[in-house]
């Protein structure tokens, strides 16, 4: 998962541009929670703006991603790294330490690309999800038990807006 800042501030700091992102190992049901994850957080951050980003992405900082953190049980580690995040409408590329994703665009029936707009499982409230598919991905994180190189699995990219105030 990973979450590219367009532009924002929390709590005062601007954190627009940068990019958090994480590797998860999830023990059977997406929505039972226990995740284990490892937290990548955008190398160009600085001091205040990697910890203001953590805060709203650890769930402390309350509000609607805190619901979404809450199916974290331990976060493992947290990485400063070079993220790559060029992806938009479904297509593009992905890289943060030890995770790499390429994804294109699932067309649909009528050669259009498949998108989900107001569904549960878009998981983005007025905006479309693009589906895709990862041509490949990559992951290895032994603290997670992780060691992955797959292709041909599904992904999804979109767009939203997110304010909250405190």
């Not at 995740?35 to 600085?46: H, L, M, P, S, T």
């Not at 330490?97 to 699932?106: M, Q, T």
Request: charged share 20%; glycine share 10%; no cysteine.
């Amino acid at each position: 998962m990973a979450y590219q800042v367009e532009s924002g501030t929390i709590d005062g700091v601007d954190v627009s541009g940068l990019t958090i992102a994480m590797l998860a190992n999830i023990p059977g049901n997406v929505t039972a929670g226990n995740w284990r994850v490892i937290v990548f957080v955008d190398a160009n951050a600085n001091d205040d703006q990697e910890k203001a980003l953590l805060e709203v992405f650890s769930g402390k900082a309350g509000g609607p991603v805190a619901d979404f953190a809450s199916l974290i049980g331990e976060i493992v580690e947290v990485q400063k790294v070079p993220i790559t995040f060029d992806i938009a409408k479904g297509l593009g590329t992905f890289e943060a330490g030890p995770v790499r994703a390429e994804i294109e665009p699932l067309m649909g029936a009528t050669g259009k690309q498949t998108v989900l707009a107001e569904t549960a499982f878009s998981t983005i409230p007025g905006s479309p999800a693009f589906v895709a598919r990862s041509t490949s991905y990559t992951a290895d994180a032994p603290k997670l038990g992780i060691s992955l190189d797959l292709s041909d699995r599904n992904a999804i990219q979109g767009d939203f807006l997110f304010e909250h105030a405190a």
